[in-house]
């Protein structure tokens, strides 16, 4: 079990490794407050479909989600029986808890700069709409391709 006292900071940094578990054996937090409707889950599995898994379910040391409800209801939907995890076992339970709204409020505290979106939608576009030529779906990862817009 690894020493809580010594909390991990750039100057004690954890090691990360990771690892496919069974969905079967990940536990959803039963007091996660954020929410996710069946439509965000679709586009999740989309986005996992059209690039890979690019972010690991954060899980402790009992397989308790930590960090990625919403890819792990995708990942089921998607009929997948492993998901890429990091363990994260050296919080104690009341900084595992505060991570958990931090790590879902954290990035709605984002904004947009406008500018550089545009410049880079435009050649992401042409990419998502060739991909969309090769697997014809209403949607590309988590972007809606409209009618007639293939």
């Known amino acids: 079990m690894p020493d ?9 940094p954890r090691a990360l490794a ?3 578990l069974d969905i079967g054996a990940l536990k959803p937090y039963p007091k996660n407050a954020r929410t996710h409707s069946k439509k965000q889950i679709r586009e999740i ?11 690991p379910v954060l899980v402790d040391g009992d397989g308790g989600i930590i960090a990625g ?3 792990v209801e995708a990942a089921k939907m998607l009929g997948l029986e492993k998901v890429p995890t990091i363990l994260i076992d050296d ?6 808890r505060a991570y958990i709204l931090a790590d879902n409020k954290l990035a709605l505290n984002a904004g947009w ?5 545009a410049e880079e ?11 969309a030529r090769q697997n014809p ?3 590309i990862g988590p972007f809606h391709i409209p009618e007639g817009g293939r």
Request: aromatic residues 6%.
């Open 121 to 131: 939608v435009r050649p992401a576009l042409g990419l998502l709409l060739r991909a």
């Open 91 to 96: 919080l104690t339970a009341a900084q595992k």
């Open 113 to 117: 700069d406008e500018v550089v979106l």
């Open 69 to 71: 409800h919403a890819r």
């Open 4 to 12: 809580k006292s010594i909390n991990p900071s750039p100057s004690h």
């Open 137 to 139: 779906g209403p949607h």
């Open 45 to 55: 599995a989309e986005s996992i479909k059209t690039f890979g898994w690019t972010n």
């Open 18 to 20: 990771v690892t496919w």
